[in-house]
């Protein structure tokens, strides 16, 4: 089969580093991709290749997957199946992994996916949702900090804002009337502050059934300590040793009553918990692979990932089944000077092939490019995603951060500390 991924961060050179792996992948497109989803070996034969189409211009996707012969087509990023790229693509007939607008209004509106939780009696934060600066400043106050200030749209996982006094509650709330999120600031959702540490479940999601993925946990903040502003994650590791049986069956089962409540929904539901006190409660859904959960995740599945995203995108729920490894994976992020904030592009990147031939060392590229001479060069805020497997969490962990090292370019950024407070146990988020 001929397999167009839409996409370039690290998560799409997950996705088709999962996907060349297969026997079927018979050719491999990444539109746009980045300097390390261009050349991937198939198993099959040949090379993955990139192509240079924007994810979100439907009508130029659907013509290049036609005349291409595209059997199936992934969609990355959460901007184009929240615009329909996969309602446009499915009405001409594609095979396509990733829900339909409609569906991915779960990412889409926090205040959908709010009424949604409630409507299925999913746990989650208590909330309410205005569309006036007064009434929100007036609820604030009543509520009073530690409280959460949430921009209901699409906001690139900056419209969030974690308020611990009332002053910069009510900031949040003023910057989100005033505009600093543009039309996704137009409505907002004020939610009650849950405490606990934070497990993504990614799922497969077909058919109204759930597919668990191995669980893992991000690390959103820019720096150790978990401190510094949000990022898109620093990086991550799964499986999770802190979380309990009670709460991975817990877990499992809201991801089956979400599933059950979107019939029609093909593809990636990400499941972001908080472990709290009660159990875990959504803190919110993805309508697609995390990034960078997928770089640990899908390293550990041993089934055919194309059998699988086959299945979920025909709808074929009863042809879904996985097995996974037992080894642990954990990835640090390779960032450049100034991220999440603003930084140069352009800089030359020295070892990554070094840090290939590591034992159980992948590493999946995200801002990086080819320049003129074909050197490797940052592109991007988050660089490279360094994943190490092993068969001890400890393990990993170590060959991680060797593998790190090897890596070298003027500005390299990243937390020395992913994964140790799983490693001193649960009374760390204490
Ligand atoms: P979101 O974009 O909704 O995932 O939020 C980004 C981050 O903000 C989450 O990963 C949490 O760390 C934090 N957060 C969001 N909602 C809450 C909440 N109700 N209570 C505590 N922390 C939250
Ligand atoms: N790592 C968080 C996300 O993909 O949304």
């Not at 050719?27 to 300097?35: E, I, Q, S, T, W």
């Not at 209901?152 to 009332?166: H, P």
């Not at 949000?230 to 069956?249: F, L, R």
């Not at 320049?371 to 991680?400: D, H, I």
Request: net charge negative.
């Amino acid at each position: 089969m001929k397999i167009l991924v839409l996409g370039s961060g690290g998560r799409e050179h997950a996705i088709a580093w999962a996907l060349a792996k297969s026997p079927r992948t018979e050719a491999l497109f990444v539109a746009p991709g980045n300097g390390g989803t261009d050349g991937i070996a198939l198993a099959a034969g040949g090379t993955s290749q990139n192509v240079d189409l924007d994810p979100m211009d439907a009508e130029a996707v659907r013509a290049f997957a036609q005349d291409n012969g595209v059997g199936l087509v992934v969609i990355g990023a959460e901007a184009p199946l929240v615009a329909g790229v996969a309602d446009v693509l499915r009405e001409a007939g594609l095979k396509v992994y990733g829900p339909n607008a409609t569906e991915a209004q779960l990412e889409g509106s926090k205040d959908h996916a709010k009424r949604f939780m409630d409507d299925n009696a999913i746990p989650t934060a208590a909330y309410a949702t205005f569309t006036d600066a007064d009434a929100a400043l007036a609820y604030v106050r009543e509520q009073g900090a530690p409280i959460v200030i949430k921009a209901d749209g699409l906001a690139a996982g900056k419209g969030v804002v974690v308020a611990e006094t009332l002053a910069d509650a009510e900031d949040a709330v003023r910057a989100c009337f005033d505009g600093a999120f543009g039309e996704a600031g137009a409505k907002v959702v004020i939610e009650e502050c849950m405490r606990g540490p934070e497990c993504s479940m990614l799922s497969f999601v077909t058919g109204g059934k759930s597919f668990p993925m191995a669980p893992s946990q991000d690390h959103k903040r820019a720096y150790d300590g978990d401190m510094g502003p949000n990022t898109g994650g620093m990086g991550v590791y799964s499986p999770v040793p802190i979380v309990t049986e009670d709460e991975m069956a817990r877990m499992e089962a809201i991801m089956q009553q979400a599933a059950a409540a979107v019939p029609e929904y093909r593809g990636t539901l990400y499941g972001g918990f908080m472990l709290t006190p009660a159990g875990p409660k959504i803190v919110e859904f993805n309508v697609r692979f995390g990034d960078p959960e997928t770089q640990v995740v899908l390293p550990r599945l041993a089934s055919d990932l194309v059998d699988v995203m086959e299945a979920v995108a025909d709808g074929r729920a009863e042809d879904v089944s996985m097995e996974w490894s037992d080894e642990w994976a954990v990835c640090v992020v390779l960032a450049s000077e100034g991220y999440p904030g603003v930084y140069e592009k352009g800089r030359v990147i020295l070892g990554v092939e070094d840090a290939e031939t590591m034992p159980g060392i992948t590493v999946f590229h995200a801002g990086t490019a080819r320049n003129e001479e074909g050197e490797l060069v940052t592109a991007g805020g988050r660089v490279l995603n360094v994943v190490a497997q092993a068969p001890t969490f400890e393990e990993a962990r170590n060959r991680a951060y060797e593998a790190c090292n090897a890596i070298q370019f003027e500005g390299k950024q990243l937390r020395r500390d992913i994964g140790l407070k799983a490693l001193i146990g649960r009374s760390s988020w204490e």
